[in-house]
């Protein structure tokens, strides 16, 4: 049998209270609850989840953080941590933040998080805690983690919404080229010198060390099977790897250059890497090969290729090089979709967003581009780094985009 509906008497009632007592009622818990149970006591399931929302801080958050983030994405921020922390439905959770926000006198949009058509940027904060070059950044599934990467050997993980650090990693005796989370969340991967670190992010502690490139590792990604993982190091070759084996389950070679870019099809059949032999090669990991037998080989750049992004549907593989241009080539085809020209020095990174519909780059311009994917035009150029941008990221509802530079900060941009 369905639940009942959730009633707003009770959300009304807090409001009243709110209204004669005042704002500091939320310091006391115990005495939310006694008053509550006194007027309205029928309704127990509306009042736990007005308890569980006030212990979870969502009072104090909806008056703290409001005047700071974009509504919708202190909205959406709310919900997931009650359903995370609580066990909720989404939809009680939301009925929870949003029956705070009324008696708070905090408005809130009705829809949480923005359109997906997204044409307009605006810097929400920056992050600041490396001591030297951020060099990877990326989100995790939960959109509000985000990873990243320094120069300065460690890894930090932020709380995007809050802008706090939530737990560093490593103190390792290398810089860290590389991030990836899986598919999960509870895994990430690093690349530093030979070799790639895997950590267990729910307890902060360091998993395992794979141990096969004889070259600096500049790339590391994660397949949607949680436990496949490929990199690719300036030893000119890709290694697709069994995790939880700690064993490598093939090695791609036939690129005349340093490896710098890999990225793994959704579907996971294909590894596109990108190479300082001006190359996009894109691999079949269901075909045998011989040393230099590869599947496709992507020309047309001038100079070195620094980065390779697949789009979400798979359709599309973007790629940014040091000839200044980033390229969107059709996967099945091989054939250039789109040139983007804007950046005015090399470009050092790419991503697609959730939706498929936006790209961005960044590169030692010091800028940030966004391209509409379909048509090839530029959107928006954010112009706030002051050194080399080394990575960008969009988080998984297309609500931020961030940025990470050479100048040791990274950049959150609102989407919207």
Known sequence: MPDRELDNFPRQTLQQLLQTY???????????????????????????????????????????????????????YLVRRLQDNYAVTAEAARWAVESWAYALGVSLPENPLPPGDILYSEPLRILEGHTDSVTSIAFGPDRYLLASAGADDVIHLWDVVRGVLVLTLGWLDEGISSVAFNLDGDILASGRGYVVDLWDVRYGRHLRTLVGHTGTVRSVAFSTERRILVSGAYDKTIRLWDIYRGTPLRVFEGHAGAVEAVALHPEQHYIASGSWDRTVRIWDTRQTYDRQNIARVLEGHTNLVNSVAFSPDGHYLASGSSDETVRIWDVQTGQTVHILNAHTDSVWCVAFNAGGNLLASGGQDNTVCIWDVVRGTLLATLAEHTLYVTSVAFSPDDALLASASYDGTTRLWWLH
Do not use: M
């Not at 006194?38 to 399931?45: E, Q, T």
């Not at 801080?57 to 974009?70: E, K, R, T």
């Open 22 to 76: 005042g704002s500091t009622l939320c310091e006391s818990p115990r005495r939310v609850r006694g008053l509550l149970l006194d007027l309205c006591g029928i309704y127990k399931r509306e009042i736990n989840l007005l308890l569980l929302a006030l212990q979870e801080n969502v009072a104090a958050d909806l008056q703290g953080l409001s005047a700071n983030i974009p509504r919708q994405l202190l909205s959406g």
